[in-house]
C-alpha cells in the first residue's frame, strides 16, 4: 500500500517539472520569434507582396507610422474600431492593390511581429491617434 | 488648441476661399519693397518616383501625383520662370521609368532645371539620366541670383563599386530607405572643388540658391536625411551674404537656419514619409525650428504630398507648399528673426492636432 501511494505521488510530481522552463527554452523561444520576426522584414519590403511592386516600407521605413501600439482604434474611414490586421489587410488592397490575408495566415503574423519588434518599449496606447 | 477669436476665423475663412479656388492660389502674391527687378518665382516639384510595373504598366498612383503637379504649375498666372524638379523621377533608375517620367514632363510649360536623386542614379550611375537631362551638376545665373544644381546623393567608392555582381543589386539596396547596409551620401570631393571654382567669380552680395537631392544638413543617418560631406559644402557657402538650400528626398516639410544658410525641404508628389522621431530605436534631429507638416492619412492618396512654388525677391525664399489634401503652408524668410518661419503655424499654441507625430 504504501508502495503505491509513493508511485502514484511520484506520477503526480511529473507534471510539475512540465510547469517550469529553462535557459534553453527562452534562447529558442526567441530564436523562433526573431525568425517570424525576419521573416515579417523580407514581406514588408517585398515587391511581390501586392500586385503592383509597391512594398510597405516604401510609406513606412522601419515600420514607422503603423502604431501597433494604438490598435485597436477607431478608424474614421472603416467606420468602427479595428485591430491592427484589418488595416494591413487595408493596406494590401490599397496602397499595394493586393488580396487581404487571413487573420491567422502565417504572413500576417510575420507581418505584425516585424511591425510590433520595431516599435519595442513604446507604451500601449490603444485608440490612440 | 486655443479658442478661435473673429480675427482668426477670418483669418481661416480667407485660407479656405483660396485653397478652394485652385488658380487664384496661384496668383503671383504681392511682394513687400524690394528690388522689384529681383522679384521672380520658380516652381518645384520632386520625388515622383515612377515605377515600371512591366510591359506598358506603371504604377498609377505615383502617376498620378505628378500629372496632378504638372496641370496645377500649368494653371499658375503668370507662369513660373522656371521649375526645379528636385530628384528622383524614377523608383529603380530604369530606363522605362525616366521615359515616362519625362513624357509627363513633357507637358509643363517652362523649363526644367533636373537634380540627380537616388533613384535616378545607382543602376548605372547616372548614365541614361546624363544622355537625356545633361551633366549631374552644373551651375546657372537668373536675375542676379546664381543657382547651384548639385549631385549629392553619391557615396564612397567602395560601397558603389566593390560590393555588388549586378547594377539593380546596388539600385535596390540604395532605394530601401531604411536599409541597414546602405551607404551614407556625399557630394564628394572632386563636385566640391568644382563648386569652389565655380564660386570664386560669384560676389558675396549675390543671393545664392543650392538644389540638391539630399539634405546638406545631418538629420538622419538611417535613412540618408544625412549628407556625410554637409559642413564642408557649407563651409563653401559661408562667405555669401544670403544662401538657400532647396532639397528634395525627405518627402516632408523641413526648414531650418544654420549660420547664414537657410534650408528647405520639398514634399514628394508620390508619397510622404514619417519624421525620423517616430523610429523609436534610434535618436534622430530633426531642425527644431520645424513645424511639423500634417500626418499622411492613407485613404487619401495625395494627402500629405505636394508641390511647391517659391518666391525670391530680397534674395531669400519664400517657400510656398500646395499640399493636395490639406490647407497650404507658406514658411517665408523673415527678416527679424534671420530665420524661415511659417506664417501660420509656427507658434505653439497656432498648431493642429495632426502636426503631433509620434
Known sequence: MVLVMVAVSM?????????????????????????????????????????????????????????????????????????????????LQN??????????????????????????????????? | MKKLNRRDFLKGAGSLVVAGALPVSLVKVAFGAGSAKQEFTFAHISDSHITHMGKNKFVRNWDRGLIRAIAEVNLMTPQPDFIIYGGDLAQLGKKEEIDHALELM??????????????DYYVDLGEYWESRLGPQWYSFDHKGVHFVVLNSILTYDNWTHKRWSKPMDRML??????????????????????LKKDLEKVSNDT?????????????????????????DVQALLKRFDKVTVVYGHVHQVQYNQIGNISFHAVMATAWP????????QAPSYLPKLTVRMNRGDPFFERDATGWQFINVHTGNVDMHYQLSDNQNRSVVFNTKSGRPMDTKFQSAENQIPPQTHY
Not at chain 1, 503592383?52 to 501600439?69: F, G, I, K, L, R
Not at chain 2, 513633357?106 to 533613384?119: A, F, I, L, P, T
Open chain 1, 95 to 129: 496602397p499595394l492593390e493586393g488580396k487581404p490575408l487571413a487573420a491567422d495566415d502565417p504572413k500576417m503574423t510575420a507581418l505584425q511581429a516585424y511591425m510590433t519588434y520595431e516599435r519595442r518599449g513604446v507604451k500601449l496606447e490603444p485608440g490612440k491617434h
Open chain 2, 273 to 280: 514619409w514619417p519624421y525620423p522621431e517616430s523610429y523609436s
Open chain 2, 106 to 119: 513633357s507637358k509643363v510649360q517652362s523649363k526644367v532645371y533636373y537634380v540627380m536623386g537616388e533613384h
Open chain 1, 11 to 91: 506520477v503526480w510530481l511529473l507534471p510539475a517539472h512540465t510547469d517550469e522552463f529553462t535557459e534553453e527554452d527562452l534562447k529558442r523561444w526567441e530564436q523562433e520569434f526573431m525568425a517570424v520576426v525576419d521573416e515579417g522584414e523580407k514581406l514588408f519590403h517585398s515587391s511581390k507582396l501586392g500586385s503592383n511592386t509597391v512594398s510597405c516600407d516604401q510609406c513606412h521605413p522601419n515600420a514607422t507610422n503603423t502604431h501597433p501600439e494604438t490598435y485597436p482604434k477607431f478608424q474614421k474611414q472603416i467606420g468602427k474600431v479595428v485591430t491592427l490586421f484589418e488595416m494591413i489587410n487595408w493596406c
Open chain 2, 207 to 231: 543671393p545664392i540658391i543650392v538644389c540638391s537631392h539630399s539634405p546638406l544638413q545631418k538629420i538622419y543617418k538611417g535613412w540618408n536625411f544625412w549628407t556625410d560631406d554637409a559642413e
Open chain 2, 173 to 194: 539596396a540604395m532605394a530601401r530607405l531604411d536599409n541597414p547596409e546602405g551607404s551614407p551620401f556625399i557630394v564628394g570631393k572632386k563636385q566640391r572643388d568644382w
